[in-house]
């Protein structure tokens, strides 16, 4: 069996080693460029290696999940990429995650947002899952994969004004579930 | 999690980066950290699926049934025709089959099922193959089957076999067996037994593209089981342990579950290097007889899992109604990768261990 840049989603879905080793001949530098500017601070090229697998393990499991074509695919496995890297730096969290230093209306970080850049990936999903899907997507996008209102903006056609709505309305509502959660 | 990379998918994001250089050794680091957790994995979650080395699933084509006569005018049966040998385990399937009878054709060849039968532990399936082309030695359906009731089983309690009988010069006989080893036993089944290739399993390439497809629906036969978990019936050697859990009787088969635990290091006496062990049984009954069967191998051992614990299935004619035991001998086989494929070789030579003997009331 030969593997094509035609053929390789097929096979990857279906658990191919050989597609496994096509998307690495291919995307192996993309991703560990996508990597290396999250996590070159740390200048500790284990660590963007340990990434580099967890990302092609995570799109090889998940690639059921994954609809489209080839150059959907290299958007699918760099945004899965930065994913990782974020999550390795919520994991070791020696240093502040670098997020949001321009200017947002949070100029200092909110306890709120001290919160969510803390928890665990895991835990931040879980609470995510009580919010409506586009401040799901909001919120991942700025807690998974660290992007700027700006940038969330530009990509979802939303103004950066509602992006900041949005999030400080989630946050409240996310703080007053788990809050009220503790206290009731 | 799974989620998540829906959601990626959705978003849609472009990453204006260049790609960073990755040395061919980074690159076979991460194949084989992503593989070792895949396998880790999987071992945990799908019980027979992919951790097993190679040799120990899959398909069984075709050993110990000795060649019948060569020319047969009409086909009855085609379980008969797999009870030329005297110690045949198909004896009773005649007998308790259901007739199906329906033919399929495709590409030019005919398929025809002719009996079915179902007793929770094996579906076995009878078919025929018949064309003018030339399908090689041992052709066989590469075969699926589905049933609504069998969601569990589908995914992973089974294992498929495949006996092959050329029966003239361009009619096959098969037997298909689908061991149901772990998931429901329903009363009844609907299945779907389909097949998308003919394959030569007897050596050669050959194979015919196509489309069979059948639907019928069987019941259950009566079964009885025996739980022996509980009487310690076992034998040990040096870094083996095989006891057997349960025996179940059906009125076309005995089937003995087993429990094999090995420190397959201790056993190899390696230190180092990949090694796999695997068990062949030999039945017999304290009358003197053998009995053919169909093995499932379980998840078999090696090195990449150490002391796990193996549960192989033997499935058998029915016990001889005058015997007080059954002694199941271990030969222990002990493997190394000799390519890169996962091809084993036998380090050293099979050696038998003390049998199990299971008393039968």
């Known amino acids: 069996m030969i593997i094509t840049s035609e053929n390789f989603i097929k096979h990857l879905k279906k658990g191919r080693e050989e597609a496994l080793d096509y998307i690495l001949e291919k995307y192996a530098g993309t991703v560990k460029a996508v990597i290396h500017n999250t996590l070159k601070d740390y200048n500790d090229s284990q660590i963007i290696e340990e990434s580099i697998s967890d990302t092609f393990f ?50 200092v970080k909110s306890a709120e947002d001290e919160y969510l850049i803390k928890t665990s990936s895991e835990e931040l999903q879980e609470m995510m899952c009580k919010l409506e899907q586009i401040d799901r997507d909001i919120f ?42 503790i206290l009731t | 999690m799974k989620k998540l990379y829906k959601q990626f998918n959705r978003f849609n994001i ?29 071992y945990v979650r799908n019980f027979v699926a992919a951790a097993t080395f190679i040799i120990a699933l899959g398909f069984t084509v075709g050993t110990g049934f000795p060649a019948f006569a060569e ?19 198909f004896e009773r399937f005649d007998d308790y089959s259901s007739a199906i009878g329906i033919t399929e054709e495709s590409n030019g060849v005919e398929v025809t099922v002719t009996d079915a039968v179902y007793d929770r532990e094996n579906i076995t399936i009878a078919y025929i193959i018949k064309s003018e082309k030339n399908l090689g030695e041992k052709p066989a ?53 389909e097949g998308d290739e003919i394959h030569d399993f ?20 009566e079964s009885e089981n025996v739980d022996l978990a509980k009487e310690d019936i076992k034998t040990e050697a040096e870094g083996i342990e095989i006891n057997a859990i349960e025996l179940t009787e059906t009125p076309i088969s005995t089937t003995i579950y087993l429990s094999e635990k090995v420190d397959v290091r201790l056993v190899a006496k390696e230190e180092e290097k990949w090694r796999g062990v695997r068990f062949d049984y030999i039945v017999t009954d304290n009358l003197g007889n053998t009995y053919n069967f169909v093995q499932s191998h379980g998840l078999g051992h090696s090195t990449d899992f150490e002391r796990m614990r193996s549960e192989p299935r033997l499935t058998i004619k029915n016990i001889d109604e005058e015997a007080t035991s059954l002694t199941i001998t271990p030969s222990v086989n002990v493997y190394e990768k000799v390519s890169g494929e996962g091809e084993l070789a036998n380090v050293f030579e099979p050696y038998s261990i003390e049998p199990i003997i299971i008393p039968i009331k």
């Open chain 2, 141 to 193: 359906l590469s075969s699926n089957v589905t049933a609504k009731e069998l969601k569990f089983a589908d995914k992973y309690g089974y294992t498929k076999h495949d006996i092959v009988e050329k029966i003239s010069e361009n009619e096959y006989a098969v037997l298909f067996i689908y061991e149901l080893i772990k998931g429901t036993k329903p009363e009844e089944v609907h299945i779907t037994f």
């Open chain 1, 58 to 107: 995570g799109a090889y499991e998940n690639a059921k999940q994954f609809k489209g074509n080839e150059e959907d695919f290299k958007k699918w496995i760099c945004t899965i990429a930065k994913f990782k890297a974020i999550d390795k730096q919520r994991k070791l969290y020696k240093m502040p995650v670098a997020h949001e230093v321009e200017d947002y209306i949070d100029t």
């Open chain 2, 71 to 89: 020319k047969l005018p009409f086909i009855g049966n085609v379980f008969e025709l797999f009870n030329a040998d005297k110690v045949s385990m």
């Open chain 2, 202 to 221: 007897g050596g050669t390439n050959i194979s015919v593209e196509g489309n069979w497809s059948f639907n019928f629906k069987l019941s259950a036969l």
């Open chain 1, 140 to 181: 991942t996008m700025k807690y998974f994969l660290n992007m700027k209102n700006e940038e969330i903006a530009a990509q979802l056609g939303l103004t950066k004004v509602s992006i900041d709505n949005r999030l400080y309305r989630g946050k409240k509502r996310l703080q007053k579930i788990y809050l009220g959660g």
């Open chain 2, 14 to 42: 472009e990453f204006d980066v260049e790609p960073m250089e990755v040395s061919e050794l980074e690159k076979e680091r991460i194949k084989r950290k992503i593989l070792k957790g895949k396998r880790k994995k999987h």
